[in-house]
């Protein structure tokens, strides 16, 4: 199983930045997926779900300025973050969460590089 996440980067508060995550390894198109980030000196935290159906929900700090969406065809799965805030810095993953509320367990052991996002004037 693997995952490659792409399409950090620095922005200004306010700006926006789209991510992708290209899974390989499973049959994708029929797991859960989510975004995950650190902070540097926090624990990884789930922001946003999709389901196999692409229903999703995000966590209440990114509610109404993040979408995240799938593309099965391509194994990947993407977030759209509009109007950032320097709390949204932190390093993006993505992965299949194992429950289906918003702790942070999933059913793959295995993290990518993840991506980069600095919010900052």
């Known amino acids: 199983v693997q995952f490659v996440e792409s399409g950090g980067g620095s922005v200004q508060p306010g700006g926006s930045l789209r991510l992708s995550c290209e899974a390989d390894?499973?049959?994708?198109?029929?797991?859960?997926m989510g975004w995950y980030r650190q902070a540097p000196g926090k624990q990884r935290e789930l922001v946003a779900r999709?389901?196999?159906?692409?229903?999703?929900n995000y966590v209440d700090s990114v509610k109404g300025r993040f979408t995240i969406t799938r593309d099965n065809a391509k194994n990947t799965v993407y977030l759209q973050m509009d109007n950032l805030k320097p709390e949204d810095t932190a390093v993006y993953y993505c992965?299949?969460?194992?429950?289906?509320?918003?702790?942070?367990?999933?059913?793959?052991?295995?993290w990518g590089q993840g991506t980069q996002v600095t919010v900052s004037s």
């Open positions: 992965n299949t969460p194992l429950y289906s509320d918003w702790r942070t367990q999933v059913r793959f052991d295995s």
């Open positions: 390894g499973f049959f994708f198109s029929i797991y859960n």
């Open positions: 999709i389901t196999d159906e692409s229903i999703t």
